[in-house]
């Protein structure tokens, strides 16, 4: 387990050591990351705003972009969407989502779609929470304020409570990878934020939390959230990402938008566009 940064920084300033230095330590460790920690395949469960085993409720005027799906549960448990079943039968819809609502009991392939999904997931926790030599063990107690996170592997056995804003710092690099390993639960206080800098994705950001997470009134999240039981967001939270739960989803007026991945279409055409560029010059 290597020192974290915190612990480096103050260590430092503690000592004899110019400013100067002290600021050029700084930043190496800013810019540093765990070239090792590789992102965690989601497989088809990356498909879905949100996963869940045992039901996604809702109150208030949510708006989710991207699809949403229950398994084992069945469509009962999907409640204050309003749903309008698809001709189809495989599908329903809602108001309050931009995209397609499904459940085990919907027609086929449906049910066995979301079988594989929530294997995927269940495998993606797995995967998270068995990450071993974390870059940072317990960092600031498991109580996070103001801290600026550089790409790797953290590691808390308590519970971890953000009551301000973070900024995950990808170092200019977009293939940064962050793994949170939380051994019990995730909170965001009111008006919490996570944010994103310096390249950082969040398509490469996993939570993995055993106990949950609760996301507190007008707070906002980034990344994949994996977890083993239930998630709570509360009035006016905002999610730009997925929320995977091996039990329940509870909404309050939450919006929350999936994040894209980059299809095969878009790489080519960057790739196009980059080559146009260099022509040009």
Known sequence: MK????????????????R????????????????????????TAADYAILAKAGISTTGTTDIVGDIGVSPIDSTAITGFNLIMDGSGEFATSSLVTGKVFASNYASPT???LSTAVINMEAAYVDAAGRADPD??????????????????????????LTNSIT????????????F???????LTSGAEILLSNGADANNIFWQTAEGATFGTTSHF???????????????????GRLLSHTAVTLDATSIVLIPEPSVFTLVGLSVISMLCLRRR
């Open 136 to 161: 940072f063990l317990n960092l600031s107690g498991g109580n996070l304020n103001g801290e600026t996170l550089t790409a790797g592997l953290y590691k808390w056995t308590s519970a971890v409570t």
């Open 222 to 240: 980034e990344g994949t959230l994996l977890t083993a039981t239930d998630v709570d967001a509360l009035d006016g939270a905002t999610v730009n």
């Open 111 to 113: 049910p066995d779609n």
């Open 3 to 18: 020192q974290t940064f915190s612990q480096t920084t103050r260590a430092i300033s503690g000592s004899a050591i110019p």
């Open 168 to 179: 995950l710092n990808g170092g200019g690099d977009s293939n940064a990878v962050w793994i």
């Open 181 to 187: 390993q939380i051994d019990n639960r995730l909170n």
């Open 20 to 43: 100067a230095i002290v600021l050029a330590v700084t930043l190496t460790f800013i810019q540093q990351g765990n070239a090792a920690v590789s992102a965690v395949n989601l497989n």
